[in-house]
């Protein structure tokens, strides 16, 4: 055998190993997705329920994981990620990878973002049924599916214009979500005021606009970086009074200083 | 080939022998010139399509189709092909020079067509495979370049430091070039330098089919002229990119010059909004904003002035701060850009406003096209416009400012996942605020607003980088004289020469409750914590900007997890806060978005050099299999033959990079130093190479005296640091009013020395190999290139470390170390 032919059979080798030991860890999988997908979307011939339920999986290890409570993951927003399917929320050459734990490119300089960081935006958002929410920046449209599926009326803006054709066909399917191309700076003034605002583009500024259409009570969340890296998210509250104060929240648990004093 | 043919061949062989000893020192400084200009301008190029830190990765692996065309030709070169380059010679060179054109603008092509993102590394390995095939289709031109030279240098043994004179002296023309072609778009100047393969081709053969090639590729390459195909393609994500994505929005104006390319970005449906630090309690809209872009990043804005603007919002913002504690006479704003600052000075009641741009083009578009835009703004009467390097101007100014504005816009805000980490920053260095502080009235500040990023970096670095200049200063209590307040995107923080008055803080805490802002440090000030409208979780910056007050300072800064050290003039590098004992934490936090907290730009460099040493051993181990087993190369002999070329080639990168980087602070700006720097360091190198032909004919059978010859070079390479420190440091103190023109002068004195004797152990290393052992001329050539590769990478990861003299002094070591090695045959 030559050296190219031995590695050729190496490499055939770990290949059957990799398909065994993935063949062995996600046999479970879709047990547990079939447990959770009481109102799954499309539960026929659903290819990517095992990957899903093992993302869930793995976000909730990772809420589990954080001992104070700060970026703890609402049980309920993981049950919604267990229903809703991302991958038909991502271009046809991304579906292979809408269940990993990572932001992906949708076109137009835009991204969907990491699966954690939805789940937490939509645990600091804590929509309930009934509830009145604009999301500004409808990107690929999976981040108004999940507040819909908590029972929210979603109203979402987006300012690309193909980008909000594709979410309004994608979301045919929630009656409660209304989709409209345009600058979300002004909000949706007709059905303001709002219980929530989720702002899914990162944003440098927070327009006035958005405060003023947030009921007293309400939240607004915020994620603040750069494409692929959410830095933190900034939860906007309005108290009864009217008056708003913001709160940083670092998604990831690291503590800056070691050693020091 | 019939005999007839044959004899045509013999006969245009023995012209060419006569004309070669012209053309072809002519034809390789062509190539040499092409494949340097070539060089400067891609990355260029790769930093407009993508952004710095990849470009520099990209680039330097791309360079290792240099190692790569030594190895081949080591391997190629051999028995009867060996017989026959010394017939063919001419034939190989012009072929080899046409390659180097067509692959240039055929591989400019491909690299447009290649979807890497370098923002998705962390995330997905399949960009990994799109960087590699980036650099590896890259390499191709500089392997074909390389080839000329390798072909030449073992055509003509006895002429090497003749030739490689040429080759540095055509390097130096082009780095020239190259600056000169910074005023085209960038693509035009790429053309330019591809062109000349095919004129070198001409020059060295007379075989008409050959001429007829490169008259074919000359001709199809001045077609692309015209056309955008080679035009770098912005990464999506840019800020630029996501720009024209608004509706309506369009680019209305281009233009370059030396300090980047540029576009200026009109959106008349959806307003641009750029006001960091805006209170959450304004509630009016902005009026409207035209976008200055830098190299498709780096947001400017002109701000719209009709007449009947509300400048409200510029006293809502927190760099309204200092105008609310006094009303400064006289402002100078350092970057003054599109004017945004400027604009907030005059609006807030500054009476007189020296506003400093370094770039000629954003002052052109702001002062003068886009002038009725912004209400000409810049030719009120109270401004006064300077195109200057802000530290040169702060050093050369008489005047004394009761306010200094620190703007640069974004560019002060270090970019996403911090690529910028490697970049010098000479404005935010200890003795930079130093400067700044000493052109203050007494009772002036310095003022400077950061984006905000969590947990804190670039805050508590340029606080620490204040709190040290402002000791260094003769300040006692920097805590008497420093103000930071914050919204909840942005802090502004305000350094005061002399101890902050009892009113300036009350018209402080009027300002900051008004408005929303939390006050992060003020002198006898402790806010309650819930009392605060940005709630921090944890509150590191609160508790950070106490600990770098406080006396265990020091103790902080070595337990942050990021590196928040005092910038200064040794260790430039603001951007940098990377920490390798953070990195296992931060991986496993990766799912969590602790990605982004990993500062990018230095393990892209830590990832790069490793890429090249691999490969690069790759390439020098290769040929070493095949290579003869002669008198002369016994193991021992190759051993020192390899570590001598190593040595000189690492070496003579390190001293090169470092002090291209010392240039910067001379000179400005990267680019400028970078091209002006290596067409000083090249051309007094190629006149070191030409005067060691001179030893070389003097002493055609004395290895001894060769030897000799090098021990002296490197004692000259002492001596030549040693001028070039004092030069540099002198130039430093007096040449700050000079014109820029003036201080390049002053650079080039103070490299020439160093640099003509930087140019004389490797020919004389390579006119001792091709008598002892002339088959491995290609390859200590490969060796040299590869070398050179992985030094440019290690000099920016030692230079960042340990700072620019300890990369000089272990460049200089590495010198020594070759003369010590050399002392016998290599």
């Known amino acids: 055998m030559s050296g190219a032919d031995a590695r050729a059979g190496f490499l055939h080798r770990r290949a059957i190993v990799k398909a065994i030991v993935a063949a062995i860890v996600l046999s479970p999988l879709p047990v547990l997705s079939f447990a959770a997908s009481a109102r799954q979307t499309a539960p026929r011939a659903d290819r990517y329920a095992g990957p899903r339920a093992a993302l869930v999986a793995e976000l909730r290890e990772q809420s589990r994981g954080d001992s104070d409570g700060a970026t703890r993951i609402d049980p309920a927003v993981l049950a919604i990620l267990a229903r809703v399917p991302r991958h038909e929320y991502v271009p046809a050459s991304e579906r292979d990878s809408a269940y990993e734990n990572r932001p992906l490119g949708i076109g137009y300089g835009q991204t969907i973002s990491q699966p954690y960081i939805v789940a937490l935006m939509t645990t600091l958002a804590a929509p309930r049924a009934g509830q009145n929410i604009l999301e500004v920046g409808t990107g690929s449209g999976y981040q108004a599916a999940v507040l819909a599926e908590a029972g929210a009326k979603v109203r979402t803006i987006e300012i690309v214009d193909p980008l909000a054709k594709q979410a309004t066909q994608r979301l045919r399917r929630y009656p409660d979500v209304e989709v409209r191309n345009g600058d979300g700076y002004y909000g949706w003034k007709e059905q303001a005021p709002f219980d929530a605002i989720v702002v899914t583009a990162a944003a440098s500024s927070i327009p006035p606009p958005l405060v003023q259409q947030l009921k007293p009570g309400g939240r607004m969340v915020i994620p603040v970086g750069s494409s692929f890296f959410t830095q933190t998210l900034l939860l906007v509250e309005k108290d009864a009074t009217g008056r708003v104060r913001t709160r940083q929240v670092l998604p990831v648990r690291f503590v800056p200083l070691t050693g020091g004093p | ?826």
């Open chain 2, 1 to 826: 080939m019939s005999v007839a043919d044959a004899d045509v061949v013999e006969q245009s062989a023995s012209i060419e022998a006569k004309t070669s000893a012209v053309a072809l020192p002519v034809a390789i400084a062509l190539i040499s010139a092409a494949a340097l200009a070539w060089q400067l301008l891609l990355m260029r190029w790769l930093a407009i399509a993508h952004w710095h830190p990849f470009a520099v990765m990209i680039i330097s692996l791309a360079l290792l189709g240099h190692g790569a065309s030594g190895t081949w030709l080591s391997l190629w070169l051999r028995g009867e092909r060996r017989a026959r380059l010394e017939r063919g010679f001419d034939t190989a060179f012009a072929t080899c020079a046409l390659l180097f054109a067509t692959s240039a603008a055929v591989t400019l092509v491909l690299a447009r067509a290649i979807p890497f993102n370098g923002l998705e590394l962390v995330w997905n390995w399949r960009q990994l495979l799109w960087l590699a095939a980036l650099y590896l289709t890259l390499s191709v031109p500089f392997f074909f370049a390389a080839a000329c030279f390798g072909l030449a240098f073992v055509r003509q043994g006895s002429r090497i430091p003749t030739l490689y004179g040429a080759d540095l002296i055509g390097a130096a023309l082009g780095a020239l070039a190259a600056l000169a072609a910074s005023a085209l778009p960038v693509q035009r100047g790429l053309l330019i330098a591809a062109i000349c393969g095919p004129i070198a081709a001409w020059l060295v053969t007379r075989r008409i089919a050959l001429r007829m090639a490169a008259s074919i590729v000359a001709l199809a390459l001045a077609m692309l002229w015209p056309t955008q195909a080679l035009a770098p393609l912005p990464n999506e994500f840019k800020g630029l990119s996501k720009a024209l994505l608004l509706p309506g929005a369009r680019v209305i104006a281009e233009s370059e010059d030396p300090y980047g390319s540029f576009e200026l970005v009109e959106s008349p449906h959806v307003p641009l909004r750029f006001a960091p630090g805006l209170s959450l309690s304004h509630s009016d809209e902005l009026p409207p904003q035209l976008a200055i872009y830098t190299d498709g990043d780096a947001m400017s804005p002109i701000v719209r002035d009709d007449g009947h603007a509300d400048w409200q919002w510029l006293d809502d913002m927190t760099s309204a701060l200092p105008y609310r504690l006094h009303t400064p006479d006289r402002v100078l704003v350092l970057g003054s850009g599109g004017g945004m600052d400027v604009l907030q000075a005059l609006s807030l009641g500054a009476r007189q406003v020296d506003a400093v741009e370094q770039s000629a083009q954003r002052m052109h578009w702001a002062r003068d096209v886009f002038a009725a835009y912004s209400g000409h703004l810049l030719e009120d009467r109270r401004v006064s416009n300077f195109v200057a390097e802000p530290r040169a101007f702060v050093r050369d100014a008489r005047e004394r400012y009761d306010l200094i504005v620190l703007a640069g816009g974004e560019s002060l805000a270090s970019g996403g996942a911090g690529v910028q980490s490697a970049s010098e920053q000479y404005a935010l260095t200890v003795e930079a605020l130093r400067d700044y502080l000493s052109t203050l009235t007494p009772r002036g500040m310095l003022v400077a607003t950061q984006w905000s990023k969590q947990p804190p970096r670039d805050e508590l670095k340029l606080f620490a980088t204040a709190v040290e200049a402002l000791r260094d200063e003769g300040v006692g209590d920097p805590a008497r004289n420093i103000i930071a307040i914050r919204n909840w995107d942005a802090s502004t923080w305000l350094f005061a020469r002399s101890p902050l008055d009892p009113r300036s803080l009350a018209a402080l805490h009027r300002f900051a409750e008004r408005r929303g802002f939390d006050v992060v440090h003020a002198p006898g000030w402790r806010a309650r914590a819930h009392d605060r409208f940005h709630q921090l979780d944890p509150p590191t910056l609160f508790d950070g900007v106490q600990a770098l007050l406080s006396p265990r300072a020091r103790q902080y800064i070595r337990g942050y997890r990021f590196d928040i050290e005092p910038a200064s003039d040794d260790r430039p590098y603001f951007a940098h806060f990377f920490r390798w004992r953070s990195l296992p934490e931060l991986w496993r936090l990766r799912a969590q978005g602790g990605a982004v907290l990993l500062d990018s730009g230095y393990l892209v460099l830590v990832a790069t050099l490793v890429q090249a040493v691999v490969l690069a051993l790759v390439l020098v181990l290769l040929p070493l299999r095949a290579l003869p087993r002669g008198a002369g190369t016994a193991t021992s002999s190759r051993t020192r033959t390899g570590a001598y070329f190593l040595a000189l080639g690492l070496a003579f990168l390190l001293i090169e990079i470092a002090l291209l980087s010392r240039l910067t602070l001379m000179l400005g700006h990267p680019w400028l130093a970078a091209n002006i720097g290596l067409a000083a360091m090249l051309l007094f190198a190629g006149l070191g190479s030409l005067h060691a032909q001179r030893w070389v004919d003097a002493s055609q059978a004395d290895d001894a005296a060769l030897a000799r010859r090098i021990a002296w070079s490197v004692r000259a390479i002492v001596l030549g640091l040693g001028w070039q420190f004092v030069v540099f440091v002198a130039a430093h103190e007096l040449t700050a009013s000079w014109p820029v023109a003036f201080r390049a002068l002053a650079g080039f004195v103070g490299v020439a020395p160093l640099a003509f004797a930087m140019g004389m152990p490797f020919p004389l290393g390579l006119a001792r190999l091709s008598r002892t052992a002339p088959s491995f001329v290609p390859w200590a050539w490969g060796l040299n290139g590869c070398a050179s590769v992985v030094a440019a990478i290690l000099a920016l990861l030692v230079a960042i470390s340990f700072g620019l003299r300890a990369t000089l002094m272990l460049g200089l070591a590495l010198y020594l170390l070759a003369a010590w090695i050399g002392r016998r045959p290599v």
